[in-house]
């Protein structure tokens, strides 16, 4: 079932680990919990000069297209999704930092 984007929360670090981004996306029934690392996010988009959140809201479509495939193929019995750097695509996107 693909993720939509989850209107009610904004995209923030975490205050346990502020190497990762969460965001929040929804299956139409429950709201998903997407945890994204940092460095994965540059590895992937690049974007050194960018503040963590503002290489999210760059990318923010990409990424979340990357959430709704992993979703489809990973179990989320918390409705807590771990993404790494095997949900993106090793090239980064056209158009994007």
């Known amino acids: 079932m693909p993720l939509e984007r989850y209107l009610d929360g904004g995209a923030h670090i ?26 994965v ?12 959140l503002d290489l999210f809201a760059r990318n923010q479509a990409v990424i979340e297209a990357a959430a709704s495939q992993a ?14 750097p095997e949900d993106f695509d090793t090239r980064p996107a056209p158009g994007q930092l």
């Open 14 to 39: 975490l205050h346990a680990d502020d190497t990762l981004i969460r965001f929040a996306m929804t299956n139409g029934e429950r709201v998903i919990g997407i945890d994204v690392p940092i460095p």
């Open 41 to 52: 996010l540059r590895q992937h988009f690049g974007g050194g000069d960018l503040a963590p």
């Open 71 to 84: 979703y489809d193929r990973t179990p989320t019995p918390n409705d807590l999704l771990d993404m790494g």
